[in-house]
């Protein structure tokens, strides 16, 4: 089992930077793709694909809608992801969640990660 836990989240104006962090228990950290996720208002259950990190940290990849303004790091010393989020907009708003695969292949599918976090509000004000 893993343990997942996210913070950072806030609310900023449009063009601000904010960094999400997520911190990992239960299992070596240093073995699992993370990935981060979220989900807008009146999206329903649906979960858009942020960005992903292999085990290293030497692989990422990211959506066609953060590229370049977002980047995913990792710190396997301190069993924590970190999400920065550069010249954010209202579209940004959402709540982002933190999640984990058990495997050292990237993936952007949401059904392909075991572990998930309870998730962090990001809200981006005009």
């Known amino acids: 089992q893993v343990q997942l836990v996210e913070s950072g989240g806030g609310l900023v104006q449009a063009g601000a930077s904010l960094r999400l962090s997520c911190v990992a228990s239960?299992?070596?950290?240093?073995?699992?793709?993370l990935g981060w996720f979220r989900q807008a208002p009146g999206k329903g259950e649906e979960r858009e694909f942020v960005g992903t990190i292999n085990p290293s940290g030497r692989v990422t990849y990211y959506s066609g809608s953060v590229k370049g303004r977002f980047a995913i790091s990792r710190d396997n010393a301190k069993n924590t992801t970190y999400l920065q989020m550069n010249r954010l907009k209202p579209e940004d708003t959402a709540v982002y969640y933190c999640a984990a695969r058990a495997s050292a292949v990237i993936q952007s599918t949401v059904s392909l990660y075991d572990y998930w976090g309870q998730g962090t509000q990001v809200t981006v004000s005009s």
């Open positions: 239960g299992r070596t950290f240093s073995s699992l793709t």
